[in-house]
């Protein structure tokens, strides 16, 4: 995010037409001014986070800062880690990623978030690892891998997501680092939590991307039981089309546990599963399918429908001896 | 087909004459603020005579896929690409409108999230991640958002009776000070 632009005049005023506004009529260097409390020796927890949520308002409303000012900003948020009130670290985590600080000014605050990713409270120990991986450059990541690596395995479901997420950003950058903790990621399938279920394959994808032969091992691998996530669900089925494309041998074995999600409360999950099936699915499994998605055809809306008939019809062609059954089912939706 | 982890593009929160309460963009697809100003008033000009109040909407605009819900003067909106699954967007707009239901106590108007924006917008962090979903569930979402405990993956329906006194208590005195 951009913050580098000189303003037109030097003093903007935020236009709120609603008077009952807490940000009516404010100003933004008079907010920048307020920021001062930062360096109070007794800080106030609750006024710094005011300040904070009114800097935070004039960036969420397109307000530009000058380059100074933003700097201005960041060291006086520095100061605040001094105080232990668990609201005001929080938004001090939210300002310091918003503000993206650069290289030279992250090291101010590294120590500080690095005391914070080995915190015995988990919501400071996954805020800090977002934010250290997200200000992070190679060096600082050489220091902290190990700590990312554990937080990967970490019991805590909010820690371990933080740390997936974050490799999953980081795979951008640093791709053999990230690569480097295949092993942490395949333990944690340990985790019942939903949302590390998704974050934990979703990384495996994309480490595995190039490598087709894994994939079909990791797909296969995890159709066989304990998904239980929806949205877990959703990216296997997404990875096993993508899959039956190039080795579809190795994904008739996922077919039959794909048929299972077609039952699945979660909408999304036994839509993608249908359509998935009805691309994959060969010639003797046809009529079974029918079957079974007569029911489901009748509660879905019409766009799944029009997908739905779409893929019959390029069963039709596929299997031409099954085109009789497959008009029988049309005429019947 | 694209099998890439599903993708947030933006969230946004104007209120009842289009203009921003809240937003946050994860994606590069509307560089400078220009472009960004001018998707939220095509977004919000579409789907001004939409009656999104009991359940959620879905359409298709500029390329985009928007999920949107609207409650008094507030207008919630989910982007993702035209590529991504629906539902799944949708379950980020229901996880991020209930979360602030749970935070405002149930009173959601512009005002009082103005009031309240810190909570609001911890909320949208705790959801998405560099646009990639970080939660779903919104007491989870709500409860990590107070940060009640040491354990913080207590969520808030699940806290014990002296937690939520506590919750209570900070909800008074910050309602006091403003």
Not at chain 1, 3 to 27: R, T
Not at chain 1, 196 to 222: E, M, P, T
Not at chain 1, 227 to 256: D, E, G
């Amino acid at each position: 995010m951009t913050l580098v632009q000189p303003p037109l005049k030097k003093d903007d005023d935020v236009e709120d037409d609603s008077e009952y506004s807490p940000f009516y009529g404010i100003e933004r260097s008079a907010v920048l001014q307020e920021a001062r409390v930062f360096n109070d020796r007794e800080l106030d927890a609750r006024r710094c986070t005011q300040v904070i949520t009114k800097v935070l308002y004039f960036i969420n409303q397109g307000v530009s800062f000058t380059q100074k000012e933003v700097t201005d900003v960041f060291f006086a948020t520095t100061k605040l880690f001094q105080s232990n009130d668990i609201g005001l670290r929080r938004m001090v985590y939210l300002i310091i990623k918003e503000i993206s600080p650069s290289n030279d000014e992250v090291i101010i605050v590294t120590s500080s978030l690095m005391k914070d990713m080995n915190s015995k409270t988990n919501l400071y120990r996954a805020n800090a690892i977002r934010v250290l991986c997200r200000i992070t450059d190679g060096g600082l990541l050489g220091q902290i891998e190990l700590h990312l690596k554990q937080a990967v395995v970490d019991k805590s479901p909010v820690v371990s997501s933080a740390a997936l997420v974050s490799g999953i950003h980081l795979l951008q950058s640093y791709p053999e680092i990230v690569k480097g903790w295949s092993n942490e990621v395949y333990e944690a399938v340990h985790s019942k939590a939903s949302l590390v279920q998704f974050h934990r394959l979703s990384l495996l994808h994309q480490i595995r991307r190039n490598d087709r032969l894994a994939l079909s091992k990791l797909v296969s691998g995890l159709t066989k039981g304990g998904v239980q996530s929806p949205l877990a669900k959703c990216l296997l089925i997404r990875y096993t089309t993508q899959i039956a494309q190039f080795h579809p041998l190795a994904v008739a074995s996922c077919n039959v546990d794909l048929e299972s999600f077609i039952s699945d409360q979660n909408r999304s999950a036994a839509t993608l599963a249908i359509t998935t099936l009805l691309k994959t699915g060969n010639e003797s499994s046809v009529e079974r399918l029918m079957r079974q998605i007569t029911n489901f055809v009748s509660d879905i809306g019409d766009e799944f429908k029009i997908m739905v008939v779409d893929a019959i019809r390029s069963l039709c062609l596929k299997f031409p001896q099954k085109c009789r059954s497959l008009m029988n089912f049309l005429s019947s939706i | 087909m694209d099998v890439s982890t599903p993708l947030i593009k933006n969230v946004l929160l104007l209120d009842s004459e289009g203009k921003r309460v809240a937003v946050k963009y994860y994606s590069d697809d509307w560089p400078k603020l220009a472009d960004k100003l001018a998707y939220e008033k095509s977004v919000f000009t579409k789907t001004q005579r939409s009656i999104a109040r009991s359940e959620a909407e879905i359409g298709m605009f500029d390329g985009y896929i928007v999920v949107y819900k609207f409650i008094s003067d507030l207008h919630f909106y989910v982007t993702g690409g035209e590529d991504e699954n629906e539902l799944i967007v949708a379950t980020v707009l229901q996880g991020f409108f209930d979360a602030v239901g749970l935070l405002l106590r149930n009173n959601v108007d512009k005002k009082s999230v103005l009031e309240n924006l810190d909570l609001v917008l911890l909320c949208l962090d705790e959801i998405i991640d560099g646009g990639i979903i970080l939660e779903t569930d919104a007491n989870v979402i709500a409860g990590r958002v107070s940060m009640r405990g040491a354990d913080a993956d207590v969520p808030l329906s699940e806290q014990t009776l002296a937690q939520a006194l506590a919750t209570a208590k900070e909800h008074f005195a910050r309602s006091l000070l403003k």
